[in-house]
């Protein structure tokens, strides 16, 4: 059965947006990040999660958040309402883009990773949270940072000019999708995350960064991936073949979306974060864990 049409990993559990507009998780779940608030019901068109928390975005513009909640990384601020067109977790805080092209951010903010830069706001048109840094996408194509920068994760390249169409934060480095479909990274390199391999070429049409791990999804369906590979999740599986069209990095596991509404994880796998559950019918039955109706 056909279900799945979006993927979010966290550091050692996945979340899954359905067909119908409910979310369900798997793997870790120590802090509830995976314990869907039954509020979402068959609302929620967006998700997004990180080290513990989680965040979904709904139909009506609003926002909720469940999991770890230490720094109020899953407190939506009230100014949020339902203007929100856009959702990024990062490492323990969370960031929302609204219809007005402002960005808003909550939660852990020890390195200012949430101090959205005034020159920014109503220009931007995409965001992601790494691990102590944030990024924005604008309207002209040009890419900003801000937050932690000793590895130069917010140090953006000048050769991105306005020529982006997607940015991802990983946990201290970055990377952006460019118009002729090439990518390119910056920040920190110790384990290649940012060595952007050579068969990519301008054939990219999406990327994700993990903990120390990149994946890219290219133009014929086919996922390629470089960085920290210990646990096997820049092997990509042989059955993705070219049937890819989404992808996801977490900690140390990947996800990919498949054309056929499947999703298949390969990586570390100590939590079950890459057990996919099957896919459910849209009618609730109590037999399927983590997947929540609104009542």
Request: glycine content about 18%; some cysteine.
């Amino acid at each position: 059965m056909s279900c799945y049409t979006g993927i979010a990993a966290g550091y050692d559990h996945s979340l899954a947006l359905l067909k119908d507009g409910r979310v369900t998780g798997w793997g870790r779940s120590t802090e509830g990040q995976i314990d869907i608030p039954v509020g979402i019901g068959n609302n929620a068109v967006g998700i997004a999660t990180a080290n513990f928390h989680s965040l979904a975005l709904l139909k009506d513009g609003r926002v909720t958040g469940w999991g770890s909640n230490i720094f109020g990384q899953t407190n939506i601020p009230v100014e949020i309402g339902n203007n929100a067109t856009g959702i990024a977790a990062g490492y323990e805080y969370s960031l929302a883009l609204l219809k007005d092209g402002r960005v808003t951010g909550w939660g852990w903010n020890e390195y200012g990773q949430i101090n959205i830069p005034p020159s920014i706001q109503g220009n931007v048109t995409g965001i992601a949270a790494g691990g102590y840094h944030s990024l924005a996408l604008l309207k002209d194509g040009r890419v900003t940072g801000w937050g932690w920068n000793d590895f130069g994760a917010t140090n953006i390249p000048e050769g991105i000019g306005n020529n982006a169409t997607g940015i991802a934060a990983g946990y201290k480095y970055s990377l952006a999708l460019l118009k002729d479909g090439r990518v390119t990274g910056w920040g920190r390199n110790v384990y290649s995350e940012i060595s952007i391999p050579e068969g990519i070429g301008n054939n990219a049409t999406g990327i994700a960064a993990g903990l120390a791990h990149s994946l890219a999804l290219l133009k014929d369906g086919r996922v390629t991936g470089w960085g920290y590979n210990n646990y096997g999740q820049t092997n990509i599986p042989v059955e993705i073949g070219n049937n890819a069209t989404g992808i996801a990095a977490g900690a140390n596991h990947s996800l990919a979306l498949l054309k056929d509404g499947r999703v298949t994880g390969w990586g570390w796998n100590e939590y079950g974060q890459t057990n996919i559950p099957a896919c459910f019918s849209s009618s609730y039955s109590s037999s399927s864990p983590n997947i929540v109706t609104g009542k």
